[in-house]
């Protein structure tokens, strides 16, 4: 609890920290910030030409454009977020051996850039959805969106966290977390729809158990299928939301003291 409340002490210097290095992101770049748009872009023509086009993956879904896209943006958010965080104990190991503060804050700044970042991305999203026949109509249940990215945002924090000891540790394991999220994103039927696999119970089982499925799953309802999500997916993600962040505040802290030795 004493080590909750020293973080809370350094709030301050988190968002700071995190404004300041959006604000600076790709300033090297020519374009910029704009990247943070056009990755997803990009991502989304090359992904609809392989798997809608070619192998059509997309048949049987409606409004596969938009079912894709909102894959492609939201798992972005979550695989940037965890990617980062990671080596944020390598990358800061100067600071780490220089001053005294919860080492906590590095991964957690890493977080808050991040859905800092997300902001205009997230709007583009609900604008490609809204202009990209065939349109959707905005409802009430768009709301949902933030309580879905806020669910989300808590998952990948404690996530990164545990990641973030790992790493800072191991860092052999950054180079494995990279197949690690590739894996996940074809296992969260980002481009693909899980009716596929109706017949098979384990494979249904461990999608319906995949908490990155759950956000794409709530957020296409909310977005693109006008379709309230179930409680139980409500209840799923928020558990493991609560449960990631609780381990990975609890991994991280015990060993607070070693980050940045040797």
Not at 17 to 32: C, E, I, K, P, Y
Not at 190 to 217: E, G, Q, Y
Request: net charge positive.
């Amino acid at each position: 609890m004493d080590y909750l409340v020293t973080l809370w002490d350094y709030r301050h210097f988190v968002y700071y920290d995190s404004r300041a290095r959006v604000m600076s992101g790709n300033s090297q770049d020519r374009l910029g910030g704009a990247w943070l748009l056009l990755t997803p872009l990009l991502n989304g023509a090359v992904y609809y030409l392989i798997f809608g086009i070619l192998l059509g993956t997309g048949r049987g879904i409606e409004n596969f454009i938009s079912y894709l896209i909102i894959g492609l943006f939201l798992f972005q958010y979550s695989t940037r977020s965890i990617s980062t965080s990671a080596r944020s104990m390598i990358s800061n190991r100067n600071v780490l051996q220089a001053f005294r503060f919860p080492r906590a804050t590095l991964p957690i700044a890493v977080n808050v850039r991040e859905a800092l970042s997300s902001v205009p991305t997230l709007i583009v999203m609900l604008l490609l959805i809204i202009l990209i026949p065939p349109v959707e109509v905005i409802s009430v249940k768009w709301l949902f969106l933030i309580l879905v990215v806020g669910l989300q945002s808590l998952f990948h924090l404690g996530i990164s966290l545990i990641m973030a000891r790992v790493v800072g540790f191991v860092p052999d394991v950054a180079h494995l977390l990279g197949f690690g999220l590739r894996a996940w994103l074809y296992f969260s039927a980002v481009f693909f729809s899980v009716d596929r696999f109706a017949d098979n119970p384990w494979i249904m089982a461990m999608m319906n158990a995949n908490p990155m499925f759950i956000v794409l799953d709530i957020a296409r309802d909310c977005l693109i299928y006008d379709t309230w999500p179930s409680m139980v997916r409500w209840l799923t993600l928020c558990t493991w939301a609560l449960a990631s962040l609780s381990v990975g505040i609890v991994f991280f802290w015990r060993a607070e003291e070693r980050y940045g030795r040797g």
